[in-house]
């Protein structure tokens, strides 16, 4: 999972990505984003995307940080975005489209019933910043319509969830109804290790 616009300290995550995958793309599930909102800006970064990912192809393409109802509508404009996304579905280039946000339960919940999805991301736990109950109201939503349900920010536990493992939070994670997968930065090779563990070894929380 990274994005166009990833890229902290000169390093650009997907550059970083495509070092590797140039030997080793049919062993991936590759997703990236795009944060642009018109159709002639997303392929400009498709085209970027792709040349950094050395790919010639995405498997989950989806549509970067959907903050308003304002966004929504932008998004499917005739000139927008999704416009893009659907052609790019249709020609091969991605297997699936979705969309990303932490922000809006109510824009998030637009997005799952005016438009058609693969999948919808959302922030777990960003309590901060997000308005709504992205748990309640948008998870359902997608739901109903069989999209699968990703779920990232994972490892950022509230202030009153001190003394909780990320062990603990990513079970949780994956442990909730309808929840497909479960995006999670790592920065060592201990912490993959420490996860894949997780895996090997899952077994749901208790409702």
Known sequence: DTAHDYAFNNVVSEERLGIVLKDRRKEVFLATKVGER???GAMRHLEQSLK???TDRLDLY??????SLEDVDRIGAADGVLKA???LKEEKVTRFIGFSGHLSAEAMMVMVNRYDFDTMLIALNHYAERKGDFEKQAVPEAARKKMGILVMKVI???ETDEG???EELIRYALSLEHVSAAAIGTDSLDVVKKNIDI????????S
Do not use: C, E, G
């Not at 989806?62 to 903050?67: D, P, T």
């Not at 895996?199 to 208790?206: E, G, H, Q, S, T």
């Open 38 to 40: 018109t159709y002639d």
């Open 164 to 166: 909780i493992s990320p």
């Open 199 to 206: 895996l090997k070894n899952f077994k749901a929380m208790d």
């Open 85 to 87: 996304l659907r052609k």
């Open 156 to 158: 950022r536990p509230r």
């Open 62 to 67: 989806q549509i970067h940080l959907v903050q």
């Open 52 to 54: 950094r990912l050395k």
